[in-house]
């Protein structure tokens, strides 16, 4: 289900980081017939032959759902949902809200015919920029290169996995006893992860960032990845 060569490309989420990271790729930013904001989508004349990437995020699940409305009304057949792997966290807890959000815009884009959806790692140009421990990560380069080149090989042509596994060293030893801790009470909590929000908040405030979904998401794609 790789679809029709489109008539134009569109990108939703003009104003995004991950925007900004990509649309200094010259052969990209040549392919990108319109980049828009958000807001900008409803004052849009969309075309069904469009390929429509949505990079932007709304914390409301109704805006969301909105937004892929507008496109399914509009005819759009080629609807490319850029979502985020830390979805799989929703399989143990839905209590993280980035997660959720993202959860709810994947199965809207799915009930669309032409909708596909896009999981990425989390996003850096540098790989120093990860967080300390593995980390199911994907460059701006393999973004922009598949965006340049689509395939939709996994669920019937309807969803690609783009990440892979990157493993960052911690800052020291105290980092390291830190974050194996934090996974001990992290699988003690099971269904309940939230429950360490306040320590998420303390990891935060030291400038480590592999604590709530993401340790989780990392956690559950290894497990489910690994032979």
Same mark, same amino acid.
């Given at each position: 289900m790789e679809g029709a060569a489109p008539s134009r490309v569109v990108v939703i989420g003009s104003h995004s980081r991950t925007w900004h990271a990509l649309a200094g790729r010259a052969a990209l930013s040549t392919t990108v017939d319109f980049a828009i904001g958000h807001a900008d989508a409803a004052g849009f004349r969309f075309l069904p032959t469009d390929r429509v990437w949505v990079l932007s995020y709304s914390r409301q699940a109704d805006g969301n759902r909105q937004l892929l409305a507008l496109l399914r009304a509009a005819g759009v057949q080629q609807i490319c949902y850029v979502s985020s792997s830390?979805?799989?966290?929703?399989?143990v807890s839905r209590c993280y809200e980035y997660p959720r959000v993202k959860e709810d815009a994947e199965?809207? @884009?799915?009930?669309?015919?032409? &909708? $596909?959806?896009?999981? =990425?790692?989390?996003?850096?140009?540098?790989?120093?920029e990860l967080p300390g421990g593995d980390n199911v990560a994907c460059s701006h380069d393999?973004?922009?290169?598949?965006?340049?080149?689509? @395939?939709?090989?996994?669920?019937? &042509? $309807?969803?690609?996995? =783009?990440?892979?596994?990157?493993?960052?060293?911690?800052?020291?030893?105290?980092?390291?006893a830190a974050f194996a801790l934090y996974d001990r009470a992290l699988r003690a909590c099971g269904a309940y992860p939230c429950l360490l929000r306040p320590v998420d908040f303390a990891l935060r405030l030291c400038g480590w960032r592999w604590y709530g979904y993401v340790r989780l998401s990392n956690r559950l794609w290894y497990s489910t990845t690994s032979s």
């Open positions: 830390s979805v799989i966290a929703c399989q199965l809207a @884009t799915l009930a669309a015919p032409g &909708g $596909r959806v896009l999981t =990425l790692g989390l996003l850096y140009d540098d790989a120093a393999e973004l922009a290169d598949f965006m340049l080149h689509p @395939t939709w090989p996994d669920a019937d &042509g $309807r969803r690609k996995f =783009l990440f892979r596994r990157v493993r960052r060293p911690f800052s020291g030893p105290f980092e390291s």
